[in-house]
């Protein structure tokens, strides 16, 4: 028996490993890879331009949750709110900003896990309030604190809404990925219950936080040791000249 | 439905329309007519919506892809405060800050949970089939209201501040928008069933933990190609977890799901295809590097894929 399957389509994964590899422009690379897919699998230009359209309009929902509240959010740091955010977490004498994010993984995982997504996110949480919390508890520390640090504070912040928000949803019931794995094995012959495909995640959303949390902490240690470095150098610099 | 996700499109054409006019407008944008032009077709997109012919469709994605591509489109230099009257109007406020911006959240989470099934009149009151975006919809609509009443702005300033943050993320907005197409294209000309056939014809699975490991590695790989695990579930699952860890290794579906899904969630994290989560966000947070949300969490996600492979290995015989 002949393979009915045609290999030609990979072409388009192809060009889109070459050009995140080449570090092209992303949305060229896309393109690209729009085109070198639908000529692969024999596409007229008519016929792909249409496909391309449709999918377009299709996914506009997707834009929408970061659009819709960039208004209330540029509204309220113009007036102040990145700063109020700042000032408040200065109060907090114990904060730091390994400690800020894991009790935001806790809450952001947590709050997934029982479906309620929408509680954090990069627009809504992260950049107003997540991230200038922890870049302020970081800075009030240790005054000074490198542009490269604070880089990646902001980074970790973004990374931890993440980590919190994957593993949390998946151990919902009601997740679309779970009905999506129950339709798929379903159509497969083989029926599973999404309760227990939910508990069975269970084990790798403990592991993410616990592997996540654990590098939060080291986070903390990292700045510390830097500016440690840092301070020594200054001072042997200084202690260098009469 | 009273609150349709139609309302929300016209809405948010609405306003890149306005957000064009104010690029043109904008004489500190070096590239202010590309721009203008990039944010008037995206404007397009929602306005007119299904009514645009495909192929038209099609033509617009292409020319933003290009404009935006070959350095069209810029931003201009924004206008804040200056920090001094920023720092007084934080004190002045203080907390009150915080009420619109939970709104958000919280109206979205109330709305999706509590007011899901409430009907007025014979109708639903949300969209029920896109509760959440119709729900985040009416919160960011309440958090406007209640911010200009708040500060005392008119929503023309609101529209302008929401101009600063779209023009500080500017091509990165509709790089997610883009791969969604993109991946719905590679479903269509049939790249996962070819992808299939190469990882299952190529590999020997005569051990469990090599078949284990190409399951979970190959999720990871997958959707770190596609962007979205859910692209490629179906793909795996098909090619290896059913036809090998299932039938040949008696593997539990349900266990062998979870935690292949959970090995595409690493890949998720490694992968500039999902933009939505790691180009967007190094965008709204100013960071230099695009890359930089990627690389604070690869250290997270190689350990927690090795653990997904000896989890899937111990349990998946329960």
């Known amino acids: 028996m002949q393979t009915a399957v045609s290999l030609w389509p990979l072409l388009g994964v192809a060009v889109i490993v070459l050009g995140f590899l080449l570090r092209a422009h992303p949305v060229l690379v896309v393109a690209a890879a729009c085109f070198t897919t639908g000529f692969a699998a024999m596409m007229p230009v008519e016929v792909l331009l249409a496909s391309l359209g449709r999918a377009f309009v299709k996914t506009r929902n997707l834009p929408l949750i970061y659009l819709l509240p960039l208004a209330a959010i540029g509204l309220l740091e113009r ?3 990145r700063e109020h955010a700042q000032a408040a977490i200065a109060r907090v004498k114990a904060a730091t900003a390994g400690r800020i994010l894991i009790v935001y993984l806790t809450v952001r995982e947590l709050s997934a896990a029982g479906g309620l997504t929408s509680l954090g996110g990069h627009p809504n949480m992260v950049r107003p309030l997540v991230a200038p919390m922890a870049e302020a508890a970081a800075e009030l520390r240790h005054p000074g604190l490198s542009e490269r640090l604070r880089q990646r504070v902001r980074a970790m912040a973004a990374a931890t809404d993440n ?3 994957f593993f949390g949803e998946d151990i919902f019931v009601a997740f679309g990925a779970i009905v999506l794995m129950q339709t798929i094995l379903r159509a497969e012959g083989i029926e599973v219950d999404p309760l227990h495909v939910a508990m069975w995640g269970i084990p790798t959303a403990v592991t993410a936080y616990i592997i996540h ?21 200054l001072s042997a610099q200084s202690a260098g000249q009469p | 439905m009273i609150f349709k996700l139609d309302y ?5 054409g609405a306003v890149l329309a306005l957000i064009a006019l104010l690029t043109l407008a904008d ?13 008037a077709l995206y404007a397009a997109i929602y306005l007119a919506g299904e009514a645009l ?6 033509a617009i994605m292409i020319t933003m892809a290009l404009l935006a591509g070959f ?3 810029r931003m201009g230099a924004p206008k804040h405060l200056p920090e001094a009257e920023r720092r007084s109007s934080a004190q002045r406020l203080g907390h009150k800050l915080f009420v619109p911006a939970l709104i958000i959240p919280g109206v979205t989470m109330a709305c999706a949970t509590l007011l899901k099934d409430v009907k007025l009149g014979g109708l639903f009151l949300f969209d029920q089939k896109h509760l959440t975006l119709a729900a985040l919809g009416c919160a960011s609509v309440i958090a406007v209201a209640l911010a200009c009443v708040m ?22 907005i509709v790089l997610p928008h883009m791969l969604a197409v993109l991946g719905l294209l590679f479903t269509e000309a049939g790249v996962g069933k070819a992808v299939a056939h190469v990882s299952t014809s190529y590999i020997n699975m005569d051990y469990k933990l090599a078949a284990v490991a190409v399951y979970c590695g190959g999720m990871a790989l997958f959707t770190i190609v596609m962007g979205n695990g859910f692209a490629a579930f179906p793909v795996m699952a098909g090619g290896v977890g059913i036809p090998v860890l299932v039938n040949v290794y008696g593997a539990n579906p349900a266990v062998m799901a979870a935690i292949g899904m959970f090995s595409g969630y690493c890949g998720t994290l490694m992968t500039p295809m999902a933009a939505n989560f790691n180009m967007v966000p190094a965008a709204l947070l100013d960071l230099h590097d695009k890359h930089a949300v990627i690389k604070a969490q690869i250290p997270t996600a190689l350990p927690l894929l090795g653990a997904n492979i000896l989890l899937l290995y111990f349990l998946m015989n329960y």
Do not use: K
């Open chain 1, 213 to 233: 949390a654990w590098r939060l902490r080291r986070l903390d240690r990292e700045i510390e040791r830097e500016l440690l470095a840092a301070a020594a150098q």
């Open chain 2, 53 to 58: 012919p495909e192929a038209t469709a099609g």
């Open chain 2, 71 to 73: 350095g069209g489109v």
């Open chain 2, 27 to 39: 004489r500190s944008n070096p590239r202010r007519h590309t721009t203008a032009l990039f944010w």
């Open chain 2, 151 to 172: 500060l005392r702005a008119t929503p023309l300033q609101a529209a302008r501040e929401q101009r600063r943050l779209v023009d500080a993320m500017g091509w990165a």
């Open chain 1, 163 to 165: 980590v919190g928000l």
């Open chain 1, 79 to 81: 007036y102040g709110l």
């Open chain 2, 8 to 12: 929300f499109y016209l809405l948010l």
